[in-house]
């Protein structure tokens, strides 16, 4: 399998350079996790809940209380979607390098204002706010520099390393709270500030890491700066600038800039901006990347990591330190699935492949757990279950690990995978900031719905019609997998275009199979598509011509 896949690819392409890249920008998933695995249990730790607040009072009811709660954990999201935008910015104008500084500061100093909030509730969110600037743009920064550098024959396995560090942060989150739970004293808020400044060891690594990166060869292809994308490409590859794989890789970017200039509609944001909506091809694939935002994110896997201790108490699983530790062991079963996903599924099986199995191993979760909840309704009160009803509970904490590896091997992965290779060159830094605005914006809404869909009786939806609800929005996801997604692995980011304009009707369902080896030199090299790589000579004759007239 890995020698069929691999083929095509010079050794030399899997290189120190490479690997140095691919971790100094995929450890930045790490922000995400750490943040999601850190403020789901520290909103549990005895010593964070006595300085803000956050237990039922006489002046502070349920409601209220799921309201301030969710206002703290979903504080980053909102900063989130504004680090989305400013992503846009600071990758096509600063550069992949230059962007990835300012977020690691940006988030750095967020976190500082957090944890020195000293019993401040304004100041606790103004700091997640800061915060959430700076994750938000490692959402848009990472998968984008990923793409454009990996060979396409593992460029999955590139981006899958940034949404397995997603579960590395929160698999390393829990534990840190579940060990200063243990260690700590809860009459202090050190409890949680020692676990918090896992944000601070991550956001220096990367930015010192950043120093020694290479920039993204397409990112300097785009602002014109040609010679140092062939110097920078060469390096990645290991290769000559004159070897065939790296020639077609340069003439596959410029052929599609080329393309670009052609097709634009202005200049500024409002040009890429029209391109996004009103050509067909792009249109078709914002609306793809939206669309996989929405049904990923209520699809309720995301809920549960976020809100792992609150989900192990509702089946049964009682104590703090209990329910920490489950917890951390989620965050394990996640770290590993994605993985496994990186490594020996997304680029050897296919994305629409595994996200369909993952969709498929989450529906099944959820569905057995809302049939649960529904038999046993007592469970959430803390009512004493009969024997049987123990051993079902049981499985439903197991089925609360198995939606954690469907997540991790479907939505998770893909939602950053596809946002990332499916967009044109031009257009690829916007697209993939407004697909991940929306994505957390849904993430907002989501963290601040599912405290009060828990609830019993308005304005909730009750635990178990919560989980019916994930359960129909899972099935709905992968219907739309089914017909809308199309298979990418293998493909060049420049060999997407002929894919994305078939009619919309095929895309889906037979959009690689017939635009393979089109649209792209390298593809036609892999294909052994003669005449199209004879052309290779051709259209570098032209653009050299072209370069002396200039």
Same mark, same amino acid.
């Given at each position: 399998?890995?020698?069929?896949?691999?083929?095509?690819?010079?050794?030399?392409?899997?290189?120190?350079?490479?690997?140095? %890249?691919?971790?100094?920008? #995929?450890?930045?998933? *790490?922000? =995400?996790?750490?943040?999601?695995?850190? !403020? &789901?249990? /520290?909103?549990?730790?005895?010593?964070?809940?006595?300085?803000?607040?956050?237990?039922?009072?006489?002046?502070?009811?349920?409601?209220?209380?799921?309201?301030?709660?969710?206002?703290?954990?979903?504080?980053?999201?909102?900063?989130?979607?504004?680090?989305?935008?400013?992503?846009?910015?600071?990758?096509?104008?600063?550069?992949?390098?230059?962007?990835?500084?300012?977020?690691?500061?940006?988030?750095?100093?967020?976190?500082?204002?957090?944890?020195? %909030?000293?019993?401040?509730? #304004?100041?606790?969110? *103004?700091? =997640?706010?800061?915060?959430?600037?700076? !994750? &938000?743009? /490692?959402?848009?920064?990472?998968?984008?520099?990923?793409?454009?550098?990996?060979?396409?024959?593992?460029?999955?396995?590139?981006?899958?390393?940034?949404?397995?560090?997603?579960?590395?942060?929160?698999?390393?989150?829990?534990?840190?709270?579940?060990?200063?739970?243990?260690?700590?004293?809860?009459?202090?808020?050190?409890?949680?500030?020692?676990?918090?400044?896992?944000?601070?060891?991550?956001?220096?690594?990367?930015?010192?890491?950043?120093?020694?990166?290479?920039?993204?060869?397409?990112?300097?292809?785009?602002?014109?700066?040609?010679?140092?994308?062939?110097?920078?490409?060469?390096?990645?590859?290991?290769?000559?600038?004159?070897?065939?794989?790296?020639?077609?890789?340069?003439?596959?970017?410029?052929?599609?800039?080329?393309?670009?200039?052609?097709?634009?509609?202005?200049?500024?944001?409002?040009?890429?901006?029209?391109?996004?909506?009103?050509?067909?091809?792009?249109?078709?694939?914002?609306?793809?990347?939206?669309?996989?935002?929405?049904?990923?994110?209520?699809?309720?896997?995301?809920?549960?990591?976020?809100?792992?201790?609150?989900?192990?108490?509702?089946?049964?699983?009682?104590?703090?330190?209990?329910?920490?530790?489950?917890?951390?062991?989620?965050?394990?079963?996640?770290?590993?699935?994605?993985?496994?996903?990186?490594?020996?599924?997304?680029?050897?099986?296919?994305?629409?492949?595994?996200?369909?199995?993952?969709?498929?191993?989450?529906?099944?979760?959820?569905?057995?757990?809302?049939?649960?909840?529904?038999?046993?309704?007592?469970?959430?009160?803390?009512?004493?279950?009969?024997?049987?009803?123990?051993?079902?509970?049981?499985?439903?904490?197991?089925?609360?690990?198995?939606?954690?590896?469907?997540?991790?091997?479907?939505?998770?992965?893909?939602?950053?995978?596809?946002?990332?290779?499916?967009?044109?060159?031009?257009?690829?830094?916007?697209?993939?900031?407004?697909?991940?605005?929306?994505?957390?914006?849904?993430?907002?809404?989501?963290?601040?719905?599912?405290?009060?869909?828990?609830?019993?009786?308005?304005?909730?939806?009750?635990?178990?019609?919560?989980?019916?609800?994930?359960?129909?929005?899972?099935?709905?996801?992968?219907?739309?997998?089914?017909?809308?997604?199309?298979?990418?692995?293998?493909?060049?980011?420049?060999?997407?275009?002929?894919?994305?304009?078939?009619?919309?009707?095929?895309?889906?369902?037979?959009?690689?199979?017939?635009?393979?080896?089109?649209?792209?030199?390298?593809?036609?090299?892999?294909?052994?598509?003669?005449?199209?790589?004879?052309?290779?000579?051709?259209?570098?004759?032209?653009?050299?011509?072209?370069?002396?007239?200039?």
């Amino acid at each position: 399998m890995w020698k069929a896949a691999l083929a095509d690819t010079p050794r030399e392409a899997f290189n120190w350079r490479l690997a140095f %890249s691919v971790i100094c920008f #995929g450890l930045m998933g *790490a922000a =995400r996790g750490l943040d999601e695995g850190l !403020i &789901g249990t /520290t909103v549990t730790q005895k010593s964070f809940i006595a300085e803000y607040g956050l237990s039922v009072t006489p002046t502070q009811n349920k409601t209220q209380l799921a309201s301030r709660v969710g206002n703290i954990t979903a504080m980053v999201q909102i900063g989130s979607v504004g680090g989305a935008l400013i992503a846009f910015i600071a990758c096509d104008k600063l550069g992949r390098i230059w962007a990835t500084r300012q977020l690691c500061t940006i988030w750095i100093v967020g976190v500082i204002i957090f944890i020195t %909030s000293n019993g401040s509730y #304004g100041q606790v969110l *103004a700091g =997640r706010f800061i915060m959430g600037l700076g !994750i &938000g743009q /490692t959402t848009v920064v990472a998968p984008a520099y990923l793409a454009e550098s990996a060979p396409r024959s593992i460029r999955g396995l590139c981006i899958c390393i940034f949404s397995g560090s997603v579960y590395l942060g929160i698999m390393l989150g829990y534990f840190a709270n579940w060990g200063t739970s243990l260690h700590i004293s809860n009459n202090t808020s050190k409890q949680w500030i020692d676990a918090t400044i896992l944000h601070l060891v991550f956001a220096g690594i990367i930015l010192v890491m950043s120093l020694f990166a290479l920039e993204s060869p397409r990112w300097l292809a785009k602002v014109g700066r040609d010679e140092q994308a062939a110097t920078n490409m060469s390096k990645l590859r290991k290769l000559p600038i004159d070897h065939p794989y790296v020639r077609a890789e340069l003439i596959d970017i410029h052929d599609q800039l080329d393309r670009e200039r052609e097709a634009t509609l202005g200049a500024g944001f409002l040009g890429p901006l029209k391109e996004l909506f009103i050509l067909k091809g792009n249109r078709y694939r914002i609306l793809l990347g939206l669309g996989c935002q929405l049904l990923g994110q209520w699809s309720g896997a995301q809920s549960i990591t976020i809100y792992a201790p609150e989900f192990f108490a509702l089946l049964g699983t009682t104590g703090s330190s209990e329910k920490l530790f489950a917890t951390a062991i989620f965050g394990v079963v996640k770290f590993v699935s994605a993985l496994i996903c990186a490594f020996f599924l997304v680029d050897f099986i296919g994305r629409k492949r595994s996200l369909s199995i993952g969709i498929i191993i989450q529906f099944i979760s959820m569905l057995y757990i809302a049939i649960y909840l529904t038999a046993v309704p007592g469970i959430s009160s803390g009512e004493v279950q009969s024997g049987t009803a123990k051993h079902a509970g049981t499985g439903a904490i197991v089925f609360i690990y198995f939606s954690g590896v469907g997540w991790a091997l479907g939505w998770n992965s893909i939602q950053y995978l596809i946002g990332a290779e499916i967009f044109p060159l031009r257009v690829r830094s916007l697209g993939t900031s407004m697909i991940m605005c929306f994505h957390f914006a849904n993430q907002y809404g989501n963290s601040k719905a599912v405290p009060l869909m828990l609830l019993d009786g308005a304005p909730g939806l009750s635990p178990k019609g919560t989980f019916w609800f994930f359960s129909a929005v899972t099935l709905l996801g992968l219907g739309f997998v089914w017909f809308f997604l199309p298979e990418t692995a293998g493909k060049s980011l420049e060999g997407m275009d002929e894919m994305f304009n078939l009619p919309w009707y095929t895309i889906g369902r037979n959009g690689a199979a017939l635009t393979a080896g089109k649209g792209s030199v390298s593809e036609a090299m892999a294909l052994g598509d003669s005449e199209k790589v004879a052309g290779m000579g051709g259209a570098e004759q032209v653009e050299n011509s072209n370069e002396k007239r200039t």
